[in-house]
């Protein structure tokens, strides 16, 4: 199987999306009681924290792309300091 880069922001999206499921699930089956307005807090949170997720990890995934093609022995490419 090939690998491929974990996607943080579809992982938390697709929990939440799972729980909304689950949800409504239960109410389905007659276990609990659940207004049918209840759930879209819960898939727009879900939505807006995986989009954080997202983008938080893109953003460590672009710096330590740029941190590794770096090379520590060359003088031109070291960080300046903001002084």
């Known amino acids: 199987m ?3 880069e974990f996607q943080p922001g579809r992982l938390v999206a697709g929990l939440f999306l799972a729980l ?7 109410d389905a ?3 609990w009681e659940t207004p049918w307005f209840a759930v879209i807090p819960m898939v727009v949170g879900g ?3 995986g ?4 983008v938080i990890g893109r953003g460590i995934r ?3 792309a740029v941190a590794g093609r770096m090379d520590p022995a060359d003088p031109a ?4 300091d903001a002084s």
């Open 2 to 4: 090939l690998r491929h």
């Open 20 to 26: 909304a499921g689950a949800v409504f699930a239960g």
């Open 29 to 31: 089956g007659g276990l």
């Open 47 to 49: 939505l807006c924290l």
């Open 51 to 54: 989009g954080a997720a997202g």
């Open 62 to 64: 672009r710096r330590r």
């Open 77 to 80: 490419q070291a960080p300046q």
